[in-house]
């Protein structure tokens, strides 16, 4: 698994003056192998990037799915990720989506102190 976090400016922020970047952690290849599948491990791995990403205060977790691949775009839809505005439209016929999920700091809330 490759997990790249990424931080550009973020105007809504800034104005809010909560914080002063839009974080999010932009993640590449998470797989796992057909035998591993259907035991938790994907929710498990994912799980672990969205507390990532709640203890650092990144507004949310990204992903990428390539869409000749229904069930892993079912599979990250049930986990709750959605499509990412930056996701490209339809019309650019691209061979793969961004979906996303926010973390419980876009509501304001603080991470956990300890868990």
Known sequence: MRCLPLIDGGEDAQKENIFPFHASSQNYEVQVEADGRRRGLGQR??????????ATRMRCVRLTALTHNPSASAFFRACGYILDDTSPSIEEATHYEILSKA?????????????
């Open 45 to 54: 791995v994912l799980k672990v990037l969205e507390k990532l990403a709640h």
């Open 103 to 115: 973390t419980e700091n876009e509501g304001g809330t603080d991470p956990p102190i300890a868990s």
